[in-house]
């Protein structure tokens, strides 16, 4: 199908408050595992139903609609319903500040799962199950492909990753961290790109992720952020640009790289959401297109994030700008890729009609001069479901490698 529910669980609606306080995810205690939670989550989303766009909120046979308000509320009842008191601690759940090495602990835990153990063991235990999930199995249990792309440090090959992780969904979110950390371990993307951000997520990923440099579009509420792996990578500058007319706080993401010897330049973007917003997000669409033509020409360009386009909307504009490709579409519209939004496979919310949609894309602007970045190859990631019974996200992750050619 080429539509989807109005509102989306981890989305925005117009006349919603943007930056809600969404402190909710202390990751142990709050996983649920098989059976158990999947009814928990069925029974949850039964009560939340809704939904469209990029992380639209999925319908239900009620067709009632709700906002994404409610999510996040939800995601706040959740936390005191954990009896996360961060009054009564010294260290926040999830969003913690790093300490020394000889100290240092995940800043991930709950008081209520702490009634046998000390928070200091069990912060120390939580750190090391992710930390263990991030570095990964051994090499002789890995994939060909899995090898060949954590052996890349030497080659001069680009790896990117885009991915809407679906931070505000506060189910099963230590497995689900846990499965991220895992994913991106594996593969190790030279650039990574991700939307829906929160905080106590962020916090996570930097106290594990030690070898990426990371830049965020915001510091509350639910964010864009751009991973850079520091021996690969080269940071020069970044920016943030506001769309003047959001109503969900949404912005695009710049960064300026070195790669190789190659200037590059990074954006990502969550454009507005909901059916109802679709003159929004081509507004905002139009203006991510004006910054990427408009980047230094000896740059590279590659854009990556969670678009919310249907196809009708891109011709609406009379399709991509001069110069400006779909990589998707540069590749051969390779079907085992075009949907990355798809309620027939992904079941995270539950929705009454299959859904599938291409929500996140990724653009290329080559350079004028030098050489020139041609994709190589495009894949989904995070289609295994965990053992809680969930996905890491709603949204497949897009794994692209491009190589340099001469111009």
């Known amino acids: 199908m080429e539509d989807k529910p109005e509102c989306s669980p981890s989305h925005t609606c117009p006349g919603e408050p943007v930056g809600s306080n969404i402190n909710a995810s202390c990751l142990v205690g709050t996983k649920v595992e098989g059976k158990a939670g999947k009814k928990k989550k069925k029974n949850k989303k039964r009560q939340e139903t809704s939904g469209h766009g990029g992380r639209q909120m999925k319908t239900h046979s009620s067709g009632a609609n709700t906002s994404h308000q409610e999510k996040t509320q939800s995601a706040q009842q959740t936390s005191v319903r954990s009896t996360c008191d961060q009054s009564i601690q010294t260290e926040s759940p999830l969003s913690q500040s790093v300490q020394t090495e000889s100290t240092q602990i995940a800043p991930i835990q709950c008081v209520h799962s702490l009634s046998t153990e000390s928070k200091s063991t069990q912060t120390r235990e ?104 520091k021996d690969r990578v080269q940071f020069i500058q970044s920016n943030i640009v506001k769309y003047p007319t959001t109503e969900m706080g949404r912005n695009l993401l710049i960064a300026s790289v070195n790669f190789l010897g190659h200037p590059l330049c990074f954006m990502t973007s969550h454009l507005e959401s909901c059916k109802s917003a679709s003159q929004e997000r081509l507004n905002q669409l ?14 590279t360009v590659i854009f990556g994030g969670d678009t919310n386009l249907r196809d009708w909307e891109v011709k609406k504009l009379g399709e991509l700008p001069d110069g400006i490709s779909d990589v998707w579409e540069m590749l051969g519209k390779p079907e085992e890729c075009r949907y990355t939004w798809d309620t027939s496979l992904n079941d995270n919310y539950e929705i009454s009609n299959s859904i599938r949609l291409r929500f996140d894309r990724v653009f290329l602007r080559k350079a004028t001069e030098g050489a020139q970045l041609q994709p190589e190859s495009m894949a989904l990631i995070g289609l295994e479901k965990l053992k809680c019974d969930y996905f890491i996200s709603d949204h497949w992750g897009i794994l692209c490698t491009f190589s340099f050619g001469t111009s």
Request: aromatic content about 10%; some cysteine.
């Open 126 to 229: 939580t750190s090391f199950y992710l930390h263990h999930a991030y570095l990964g199995k051994s090499i002789t249990d890995q994939s060909i492909d899995e090898q060949a792309t954590q052996s890349s440090s030497s080659s001069k090959q680009l790896t990117v990753i885009s991915w809407n992780i679906d931070g505000l969904d506060t189910e099963n979110v230590y497995a689900r961290a846990k499965g991220l950390l895992s994913c991106l371990g594996k593969h190790r993307a030279d650039v990574v790109l991700l939307q829906e951000l929160i905080p106590p997520c962020l916090k996570v990923l930097q106290n594990v992720m030690k070898d990426y440099e990371f830049l965020q579009a915001n510091d509350e509420g639910y964010f864009t952020g751009i991973l850079l792996r």
């Open 286 to 299: 139009r203006r991510v297109w004006k910054w990427i033509k408009e980047a230094p020409q000896d740059q």
